[in-house]
């Protein structure tokens, strides 16, 4: 009887520690995320690859399937972009421009000579505004911003939006004019 007493006591004692130590985990838990949240990067001196360079609009972007026609397609089409540039597939990249890649005001050489310039590119991507229309077309602004290495290893990091552009369902619209394309970039410093 006598054991069971001081088994029991040993049980009783050694969850009261458990429960001590559990609060002691959550407390310093919490002091993590608020350390955390003190020292998170701003959009002002966030440094390429580090989240902050875009605008904060606490507008999430939905999960599920996307609408073409939508300004989170034309964000699919401004992702896609990064991923060639990062890649180094300029041409590909280039056609994502309007009327086939001559929007981007650069010849296809022109722009492997302006791109060829970084040894590395990457992008972040906000989330898109909304969808204008104006006279059978349909645009949308979308925040980004350009990171990464010139080949001579001076930083890059530009910061900006991009506007895309796509053709409303009119007769005699193409199937490659009804799609998202890049419209114009401004990004300063300018790529």
Same mark, same amino acid.
């Given at each position: ?17 458990? $429960? ?5 985990? =959550? ?10 949240? /003190? ?12 989240? *902050?360079?875009?605008? #904060? #609009?606490?507008? !999430? ?5 996307? #609408?073409?026609?939508?300004?989170? *397609?034309?964000?699919?089409? !401004? ?6 540039? &990062?890649?180094? $597939? ?22 492997? &000579?302006? !791109?060829?310039?970084?040894? &590395? %590119?990457?992008? /972040?991507? *906000?989330?898109? *505004?909304?969808? /204008? ?8 602004? %979308? ?8 080949? @001579? ?11 895309? $552009?796509?053709?409303? =369902?009119?007769?005699? @619209?193409?199937? /490659?004019?009804?799609?998202?394309? %890049?419209? $114009?970039? =401004? ?5």
């Amino acid at each position: 009887m006598n054991r069971n007493l001081i088994l029991l006591a040993i049980v009783a004692a050694c969850a009261g520690c458990t $429960r001590q130590q559990t609060a002691e985990n =959550d407390i310093n838990a919490v002091e993590a995320v608020n350390v955390a949240a /003190e020292s998170a990067p701003s959009a002002e001196n966030a440094q390429p690859g580090e989240a *902050g360079g875009l605008p #904060d #609009d606490r507008n !999430l972007v939905g999960e599920g399937p996307i #609408d073409p026609k939508s300004g989170q *397609g034309a964000g699919q089409v !401004l992702q896609i972009y990064a991923a060639l540039l &990062e890649q180094g $597939r300029l041409a590909e990249a280039r056609r994502l421009w309007t009327e086939g890649g001559a929007g981007s005001g650069l010849s296809q050489r022109g722009f492997a &000579e302006a !791109l060829g310039k970084y040894s &590395e %590119i990457h992008a /972040e991507i *906000g989330a898109p *505004g909304p969808v /204008e229309g104006a006279a059978g077309s349909a645009y949308v602004q %979308i925040p980004l911003r350009f990171y990464g290495k010139l080949k @001579s290893g001076a930083a890059l990091n530009s910061s900006g939006t991009a506007t895309l $552009r796509r053709v409303n =369902d009119v007769p005699g @619209s193409t199937a /490659e004019q009804r799609r998202w394309h %890049i419209y $114009r970039i =401004d990004v300063q410093p300018p790529l």
